[in-house]
C-alpha cells in the first residue's frame, strides 16, 4: 500500500509538533513555511526591546526536523486549498497532494478594518515586526538627544503601546525598564523623568482573560514602573506620529498595536463556518465539518471545551499538533479516533525585571516567584540548547548588569536619514 501523504502548512508551535511525532511514522510528510524558521514569539518583545537577538528566538524548520527520509520541507507561502480535490495552491504557482492536510497557519494582528494603521503603528508578529520597532525605539532616542527644548523631544521620548493583553503588557514593562533605566546612562541631553509610556486599553482592565486579582496586580506593578495605564480608552484613530481617542491625543513616533488578531486569511478558502476572528470552528477531532482529513490547529482553530473557546497560546498549539501527529499514525494502524482534550497547566505573563503574574491551575501569585517561573517555562520551551543556554547567559547579564546589548540601528525602515 503507497505511504500516505501529510501536507502540513504552518511551522509554528502547533506545525513542528504534528511534524515532530510523524517524524518516526509511516508517512510521507511535507511541512510548508512561508518563512523557513520556526519563530518563538512569547519573546519577540525581547528582540524588540533590544534584549536578545533574532537568532535567539528563531531556528530553522530544516534544523528542528532534520534530514529524514519521507520528510520534506518547502518554503512558500499557501494561497488557495482545494478541499474537494485534496490539494493545496502556492504563490509560485504549484500545487501538492495531500491525504491529510494539517493547516496550522496561525494569525495576524487585525487592525478592525483601518489597515492603514498598521504603517504607524506596526503589530509584533515576526522578527522584521521587532526589528522595526527596535529601530524605531532607538532611532527615537538618538532623535530626542539632539533637540535641547524639551517640548520639541517630548514626542520621541513617549510610547504608546495599544492593547493590554499579554503582550501589551510585557512590552509596557519592557520599554519601562528601557527607558527608565538601561538605557538612559548613555544619553546626556535628557533625564528618564521626561519618558512618558501608555499602554491604552478599550475594556474596563488588563490582562482580561486573566484572573481579576492578576489584572490588579499587574498594573500596579507597572504603574510603579512609570507606565501610565488608560483603560476603558478605545482608540479612535492613528495617523503619522499620532494616537487619537475618544478624549484627547498623544504625540509619538513610537507607537506599538498589541490589540485584535484575526486568524490567517489562507482559512476562508475552505468554505467552512468561521468566527467573528476568522478562525475556523472545528470538530472535536479538530477536522473541519464534512471533511475528516482535513485539521485546522492552534491560533487558526476555533474549539470549545467544556464551553469555553480555547484560548490562542502556544500550548494550545503544540497539545494539538502533537494529537494530531498521533491520531494519524492510529488510524493508519486501523484504530478509531478519539477527540482532542487541552490540559491546561497555567497561564502566565511577565511585567519587568523580576516581576511576572501567574495561574497555574487555579493557583494565582505574581512577583519574583512567578518571574522566575515564567522564565524558567520560556528557556525550557525554546527550541535547541544553544539558544537555550545563551538566552541564559543574556537574563542573567542583564538581571546584574541592567544592560541590553543588542542596541543596533542596523535595518534602516524609515528611509528618511539616508
Ligand atoms: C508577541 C507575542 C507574544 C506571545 N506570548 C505568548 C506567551 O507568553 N505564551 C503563550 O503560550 N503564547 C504566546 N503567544 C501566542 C503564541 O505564540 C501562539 O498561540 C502560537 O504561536 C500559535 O501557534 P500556531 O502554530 O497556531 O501558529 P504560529 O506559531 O503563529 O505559526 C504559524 C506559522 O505558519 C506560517 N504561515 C502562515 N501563513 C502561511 C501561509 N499562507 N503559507 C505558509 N506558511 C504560512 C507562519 O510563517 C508561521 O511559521 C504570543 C504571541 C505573540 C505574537
Not at 521626561?194 to 499602554?199: A, S
Amino acid at each position: 500500500m503507497d505511504r500516505k501523504h501529510v501536507v502540513i502548512v504552518g511551522g509554528g508551535f502547533g506545525g513542528i509538533s504534528a511534524a515532530k511525532q510523524l517524524r518516526k511514522a509511516d508517512v510521507n510528510v511535507t511541512l510548508i513555511d512561508k518563512t523557513n524558521h520556526h519563530l518563538f514569539q512569547p519573546l519577540l518583545y525581547q528582540v524588540a526591546t533590544a534584549a536578545l537577538s533574532p537568532g535567539d528566538i528563531a531556528v530553522p524548520i530544516r534544523a528542528i526536523l532534520g534530514q529524514r527520509k519521507g520528510m520534506k520541507i518547502r518554503l512558500g507561502k499557501v494561497i488557495n486549498i482545494n478541499k474537494e480535490k485534496h490539494h493545496i495552491e502556492l504563490e509560485n504557482g504549484k500545487s501538492i497532494a495531500f491525504d491529510y492536510l494539517i493547516l496550522a497557519p496561525g494569525a495576524q494582528y487585525n487592525y478592525f478594518g483601518n489597515d492603514g494603521w498598521k504603517e504607524h503603528a506596526p503589530g509584533l508578529k515576526s522578527i522584521r515586526d521587532a526589528l522595526q520597532i527596535r529601530e524605531r525605539i532607538l532611532l527615537s532616542l538618538e532623535k530626542a538627544e539632539q533637540l535641547d527644548d524639551p517640548k520639541l523631544r517630548e514626542p520621541y521620548l513617549t510610547y504608546v503601546i495599544i492593547g493590554g493583553g499579554p503582550t501589551g503588557v510585557e512590552m509596557a514593562g519592557a520599554i519601562g525598564e528601557i527607558v527608565k533605566r538601561n538605557m538612559m546612562r548613555d544619553y546626556s541631553t535628557f533625564s528618564k523623568n521626561e519618558t512618558r509610556i501608555f499602554l491604552v486599553e478599550a475594556a474596563s482592565r488588563i490582562l482580561n482573560g486573566y484572573p481579576e486579582s492578576l489584572s490588579v496586580k499587574a498594573q500596579e506593578n507597572l504603574e510603579k514602573m512609570g507606565v501610565r495605564v488608560l483603560t476603558d480608552t478605545p482608540v479612535t484613530d492613528i495617523s503619522d506620529n499620532t494616537v487619537t481617542f475618544s478624549e484627547g491625543a498623544i504625540e509619538t513616533p513610537n507607537i506599538i498595536w498589541a490589540a485584535g488578531v484575526a486568524a490567517s486569511p489562507l482559512l476562508s478558502s475552505l468554505n467552512t463556518e468561521q468566527d467573528h476572528s476568522g478562525r475556523t470552528i472545528v470538530e472535536e477531532d479538530l477536522s473541519i465539518p464534512g471533511k475528516d482529513n482535513i485539521f485546522v490547529i492552534g491560533d487558526a482553530a476555533h474549539k470549545k471545551q467544556e464551553g469555553n473557546q480555547l484560548p490562542a497560546l502556544a500550548p494550545v498549539a503544540m497539545q494539538q499538533g502533537t494529537y494530531l501527529g498521533k491520531l494519524i499514525k492510529q488510524e493508519i494502524d486501523g484504530q478509531t479516533r478519539s477527540a482532542f482534550y487541552y490540559t491546561d497547566k497555567g497561564t502566565m505573563a511577565t511585567i519587568g525585571r523580576a516581576k511576572a503574574v501567574a495561574d497555574i491551575k487555579g493557583f494565582k501569585f505574581s512577583g519574583f516567584f512567578a518571574w522566575v517561573l515564567w522564565s524558567v517555562v520560556h528557556i525550557f520551551f525554546l527550541i535547541g540548547f544553544r539558544n537555550r543556554f545563551r538566552v541564559f547567559v543574556e537574563w542573567m547579564w542583564h538581571y546584574f548588569t541592567f544592560k541590553r546589548g543588542v542596541r543596533l540601528i542596523t535595518d534602516r525602515f524609515t528611509d528618511d536619514e539616508d
